[in-house]
């Protein structure tokens, strides 16, 4: 293949790594109607362009390769499927044709070059860069549902509330096994979560925190009988936890999400998604935001994930956190540091 200047800009341009481009394109590739060989036809042509940072100017980045030459490339692929691809290609924007008279593909001294153009592809840079977030935010909403249609339908059938063959369970379980957008798995989640919470309204005056006594003692506070108790939630304990506190003592969480949030809006963000895998109800964790805030419920997600293994029922056992919150009895300050040392009781939370 010619090597040729061809077409090179004489003044600078702005350009993007074409490697790059091609990997964000990638993650991107629902959002543009490609497949996984129309992508790896364009890694193909890409690898006939010598230089990494590929350039926006129209005419300056043209490959020109013969189809047979793509085509051994590309481990010989047949060139009817090629044409195909090349098409979806050009179609999408991506790269664009510049056609001899006899549609062959060359390049000539004084910058004359006819085949592929790549510049689109740096043109499209932001809309490529944009389609590849929202596609990652997609993502990690579905994957966010099917866990909790997973939890919500282990809770059903563990907890005796439907049995194995009922319609709700089975639709769930087919639909964990295919691959279906956000909206279908809300439409799945929906009754089955409705199905749990009015069992909860049956069954709660019944249902009393579920943790060993020892637990209990660590992540709630006792209050003193001559102290007032107040009807409204005390915050003041609740704000004064520090998040460099919480990520340093919480460390489970890292096994779902291995890089820490960045601030408080990145902790709920994570609790959020973490409370469905645990077998928290949407309408408990809902209850505890609003009577512990924001920040606390995502700091009493992050302390019972610490001891799951030790608490039967985390949905109960966060609404006895709230309930404590309500009291005026909750401190989450000691609740944090209380997993800091594993045999602390409950005078170390006052």
């Known amino acids: 293949m010619s090597r040729i200047p061809f077409g090179q800009p004489v003044e600078p341009c702005a350009s993007h790594d074409k490697w790059v481009l091609l990997d964000t394109l990638t993650r991107a590739a629902n959002s543009f109607g490609l497949n996984h060989r129309t992508l790896t036809v364009l890694r193909a042509l890409l690898t006939f362009y010598p230089e ?43 790269v664009s044709r510049q056609d001899s008279a006899n549609r062959k593909r060359f390049a000539r001294f004084g910058g004359l070059a006819f085949g592929f153009d790549l510049s689109p592809l740096v043109r499209l840079a932001d809309e490529v860069f944009k389609a590849a977030s929202d596609e990652h935010l997609r993502q990690q909403e579905i994957d966010a549902l099917r866990a909790r249609i997973a939890a919500t339908r282990m809770r059903l059938i563990e907890g005796d509330l439907l049995p194995v063959d009922h319609p709700l369970i089975e639709d769930s379980r087919r639909i964990l096994r295919r691959k279906v957008d956000a909206e279908t798995l809300r439409a799945v989640l929906e009754p089955l979560e409705n199905h749990v919470d009015n069992a909860r ?18 992540h709630i506070q006792s209050t003193n009988k001559a102290e007032s108790v107040s009807k409204e939630p005390d915050t003041r304990n609740q704000e004064a936890v520090a998040l460099d506190q919480v990520l340093g003592t919480c460390k489970e969480y890292k ?26 109800d949407r309408t408990t964790f809902e209850d505890a935001r609003h009577r512990i805030g924001s920040h606390g419920a995502s700091v009493a997600v992050l302390c019972i994930l610490e001891k799951l293994s030790d608490i039967r029922k985390p949905g109960a056992y966060l609404r006895g956190l709230s309930k404590r919150a309500v009291q005026g009895q909750l401190n989450l300050r000691g609740m944090v540091k209380s997993l800091e040392r594993p045999e602390l009781s409950a005078d170390n939370l006052v």
Not at 60 to 78: D, E, H, I, K, W
Request: include cysteine.
């Open 52 to 94: 990494r940072a590929l350039p926006n100017v129209p005419g300056v980045a043209v490959v020109f390769p013969s189809n047979r030459t793509l085509s051994q490339r590309l481990n010989g692929m047949p060139e009817s499927t090629l044409r195909r691809h090349l098409a979806t290609l050009v179609r999408c924007g991506i």
């Open 201 to 218: 309204k049956i069954h709660a005056p019944a249902e009393e925190m579920s943790a060993i006594d020892s637990e209990n003692e660590r």
């Open 255 to 280: 096994s779902f999400f291995p890089e820490a949030p960045k601030d408080w809006s990145g902790l709920i963000r994570v609790a959020q998604m973490l409370y469905p895998m645990m077998g928290i």
